[in-house]
């Protein structure tokens, strides 16, 4: 249990493009879901927490017009990379947030397979 | 804010045991997350403290003193496949739980 899809797996995009990438708790419902980024030999770097059914929280420094993010169910959420430039090329990763009932110690984020992101 | 330390690399042989430490500060402590990391891939969850103490799991256990800010992971019985970066994240009370990532511990067993 406690899978976690990401789409697509790599893009590869023109820079001045847009690109969504899309997370997916399979066999569980998450009201939380996180997205992060993380550049080579480097650690996981929060960007936002993704709420579902309302505005996503974004980390200091992370531009939220650049950066979308809609978490329109409880087990869709997605980030779209708007007018993506080089820079914004790296692996990106969502996790989700699994909390069972009455069971505070099931709480635990499992991460979904990243996307790697290269822009032109 | 956070501050989470870890060392950078660590080299063992196979068969062997390893100590990965992470010494952390924090001003919302509500768990400490150990995370496996294979080049190219996502982090796979390994163990689990909120409580002081020794969590075993199989040729994994997780150690954490709460009134040091220490925390440590060992691995048992060390296989080639255990070539991964090791990453200790602390979760924040505040802001709905959220990760804070240590830089990782690259780890490279040889034979």
């Known amino acids: 249990g406690a899978v976690v899809s990401q789409h697509p797996s790599w893009v590869i995009c023109k820079s001045g493009t847009s690109v969504k990438i899309e997370c997916r708790s399979l066999d569980f419902q998450a009201t939380t879901m996180f997205w992060y980024r993380q550049f080579p030999k480097q650690s996981l770097m929060l960007m936002a927490t993704s709420n579902e059914g309302s505005k996503a929280t974004y980390e200091q420094g992370v531009e939220k017009d650049k950066f979308l993010i809609n978490h329109a169910s409880l087990t869709l959420s997605t980030l779209t990379v708007t007018s993506a430039h080089p820079e914004d090329s790296s692996f990106y990763i969502c996790?989700?947030?699994?909390?069972?009932?009455?069971?505070?110690?099931?709480?635990?984020?499992?991460f979904g397979p990243g996307t790697r992101l290269t822009v032109l | 804010g956070q501050n989470i330390d870890q060392p950078t690399e660590m080299t063992a042989t196979e068969g062997a045991i390893v100590q990965i430490n992470c010494t952390y500060q924090?001003?919302?402590?509500?768990?400490l997350f150990w995370y496996q990391q294979h080049a190219g891939e996502a982090p796979t969850f390994l163990s689990y403290n909120v409580l002081d103490g020794l969590e075993e799991k199989g040729r994994f256990s997780s150690f954490l003193s709460r009134s040091k800010g220490y925390s440590y992971l060992l691995l048992k019985e060390l296989q080639m496949k255990d070539s991964a970066s090791y990453l200790c994240?602390?979760?924040?009370?505040?802001?709905?739980?959220?990760?804070?990532f240590g830089t990782g511990t690259r780890l490279l067993v040889s034979p």
């Open positions: 996790s989700a947030r699994l909390l069972l009932a009455g069971r505070p110690n099931t709480d635990t984020q499992y």
């Open positions: 994240a602390v979760r924040d009370r505040t802001g709905f739980q959220k990760l804070v």
């Open positions: 924090t001003s919302g402590f509500n768990g």
